[in-house]
C-alpha cells in the first residue's frame, strides 16, 4: 500500500471514529460523506491502476472478476430491516450499498478492460492491486494446483506464500508463466501432480 492510500485511509478511518465518538448531530450524514470519500477515492486508485503503464516481460490480464452476491443481499436484508424498525445506523446502510456500487465498479471494469494484474519482471512476479505487492521467483519451492478453488498456490522459500485464481487468466499465460518459474527458480521447484497433468 502506498504512502498516499495508507494517510488518506488513516485520515477517514479516524474521522469517522471521532464523529461516532463524539456524537455529533446528524452524525449519520458525516459518517456517509467520509465513506463515500473512501469508496471514490480507491475507485480512482483501481482506475488509475487499470489505465497506468507497466514495464515488464510477461504480462497476465484478468479476464474476469466473479460479482459477489453475498454484498447484495446484505444490502437488501438491511434495508429491508430498516424499514420494517429494525434500530440499523443509517450510515451502515449507505455503507452496505457503497460495497455493491464498488463490487459493481469493479466487476465492469474487469470486464471491459481486462486489466493487467500479474507482471513478471526478471525474477519479480509483482502483483498490481490497490495494495501491491511482489515475489522473487528464485526462491519459488512449490506451485500447486487447487483443485476446489481453481486456484494456484506459489510457496516461496523465505516469503509468504500467494495464491491466484488459475480460472481469472488465459491457460495460455498461466503455463508461460509456470514455464518461465521453472526454468528461474533456483530452488528444487515441485510441481503438483494434478498441475503437470493439465500442463
Known sequence: MRKRQIIVTAFLILSIIVILLSDVRHHHWLVSFCLILMFIFYGREHYKLVTRGVGGELFLRRQKKRFRIW??????????LFFIGVPIPKWTLVLFWLIVLYECFLFLLVKNLNPITLVLDGYQLKFRGVINSHRNISGLTKIDHIGSSGGLRFSFKDENDIQIKKTDYLD???????????ERSKEDLVLSENLIGLA
Open 172 to 182: 495460455s499465460d498461466i503455463f508461460q508463466l509456470i514455464e518461465i518459474c521453472k
Open 71 to 80: 454484498t447484495l443481499a446484505l444490502a437488501v436484508g438491511g434495508t429491508i
